[in-house]
């Protein structure tokens, strides 16, 4: 079953084409790796999955459902954690995990023992009553995680992951993807710029440039891509098949 599906997607700022003409779909039980150079799309790519920019023209389904016509069902089954932790300074690590799950839903003995679970997980239980304004970035990062897995979304959009986690912190975000997508069947989508953490983790990478997708596949169809004679690691892939595209390669989107 494919739990996300982007159908000729397309997303301008005026003059400005950041996606265009992408079509994709991401498996249940599948992690996605989403890479490109600066610029190339993949923020505003997540955002339109998550629900927060509309496409200018195309289409994106959660587990079936249309993100703009149905935008309340698409979104109870996502998690989305952006780039950047945004989280309300004034609030303790409880309140935060307690209003999100109220958006959620979710409430009563049910949100207390779930958000107890996520602190636990997430090793921020020291915290629960500290003030958000207190935490490092990597506690904030680990917070909004918590946060965007108390409603057990199908599907997690994840925006640089990694970013500002500490070695053990990281081992714990990448076996809790595994455990998403290959033992609860979910699905994790997920942009990044560390691409040794990209290939240890996807079962599938897509990269992107300039808006349009360039090759899609795993490692070996990768390699097939990009027309080497295989043992190539991911970086070495990224750097010849964007290097290809800006040479006059053609682009091409992958189901």
Known sequence: MNLVVM????????????????????????VFGFLGPNGAGKTTTMKMIAGLAWPTSG??????????KQPRAAKALTGYVPDRPYVYEKLTAREFLYFTGGLYGLGGRQLEVRSREMLELFELERWT??????????MRQRLVMAAA?????????IDEPMVGLDPRAAELVKKLFRQIAHEQGGAVFMSTHTLEVAEQVCDRVGIIDHGRMIACGTMDELRGQAGTGGGENLMQLFLRLTEQQHGGGEARNAD
Request: hydrophobic share 40%; charged share 35%.
């Open 7 to 30: 159908e000729k997607l397309n997303k301008r700022f005026g003059r400005l084409v950041a996606v265009e003409e992408l079509n994709l779909r991401v498996r249940e039980g599948e």
């Open 129 to 138: 009553e500290e003030l958000v304004e207190s935490f490092s970035h990597g």
């Open 149 to 157: 897995l108390l409603h057990r979304p199908r599907v997690l959009v």
């Open 59 to 68: 289409r994106v389904l959660v587990c079936g459902h249309d993100v703009q």
